[in-house]
């Protein structure tokens, strides 16, 4: 190789720093854990009928952020129901789902409610670590469907989004670059995914618009426990006297 060879060669070599393309993407699936007759038959037939029961009383428009109404973003309607056999069952299977998920729920207290979704109703793409401020406790998410079989709606799926991200950290990314997963809301089905995952609901077509044909989930969070004052916080180590 002659010198002058080796010296138009070494600024091509410089130039091209990187063999990856500029608008190459980083893609990774967001794990959902997904567990079909989860209550069994009888459970989960009379948690139907106490979600069917509450859609006839007194449920208030779904919130986006714990207090906002925006129809736009999201519409449906909540309200409070207990579910003690649903948690206890979360519970059983929380150490499989906390490996799956690579999270750890130890110390935290659940939050959930009930959302009723019909004729027309949907929750657009969101987190669920976005709004007011206990939303950032959140560490995992549950949602455990219900509804009269056959299945007396459409749609209404849940719509998890895979990661879309440049490699270019310096490059934004585009919402279009999304790939995603749909999930049935299958009756006595749950899902368990991380509070940070993009997801939606699907519109729902509830022709008869009846209540009891509605889409019912009871959807919650593993919400860390507030930090309890630390013993350096609480004690205090002089006599209010001896201080300025
Ligand atoms: O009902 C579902 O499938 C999900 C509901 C949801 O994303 C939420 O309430 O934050
Ligand atoms: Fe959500």
Not at 8 to 24: F, G, Q
Not at 34 to 57: H, K, N, P, Q, W
Not at 104 to 117: F, M, R
Not at 181 to 191: G, L, R, T, Y
Request: proline share 7%; net charge negative; aromatic share 8%.
């Amino acid at each position: 190789m002659t010198v002058q060879e080796s010296t138009t060669a070494a600024p091509d070599a410089e130039e091209r720093t990187s063999r990856v393309s500029a608008d190459a993407i980083w893609r990774l699936p967001v794990t959902v854990c997904r567990i079909t007759d989860f209550l069994g038959e009888r459970a989960s037939a009379a948690l139907l009928e106490r979600a069917v029961a509450a859609a006839y009383g007194a449920l208030a428009p779904s919130t986006v952020d714990g207090t906002q109404v925006i129809p736009k973003v999201r519409r449906s309607r909540s309200g409070l129901l207990a579910v003690p056999e649903l948690l206890e069952a979360i519970d059983e299977v929380l150490p499989a789902v906390e490996r799956t998920l690579g999270i750890s729920c130890a110390d935290t207290e659940p939050s959930y409610g009930l959302n009723v979704h019909n004729d027309g109703d949907f929750y657009r793409a969101h987190q669920d670590t976005r709004g007011v401020g206990y939303s950032a406790n959140r560490l995992l998410t549950f949602v455990y469907y219900l509804h009269r079989r056959p299945r007396p709606f459409l749609g209404g799926e849940l719509r998890v989004f895979d990661v879309a991200l440049p490699l270019d950290s310096g490059r934004a990314g585009k919402w279009e670059d999304r790939t995603w997963q749909d999930w049935e809301p299958e009756h006595d089905s749950i899902v368990f995914f991380r509070p940070t995952a993009w997801h939606e609901v699907r519109k729902v077509e509830c022709p008869s618009g009846r209540p009891e044909d509605s889409r019912f989930a009871i959807n919650g969070w593993l919400c860390a426990r507030p930090a309890l004052p630390s013993a350096r916080d609480d004690v205090d180590p002089l006599p209010r006297t001896f201080k300025n």
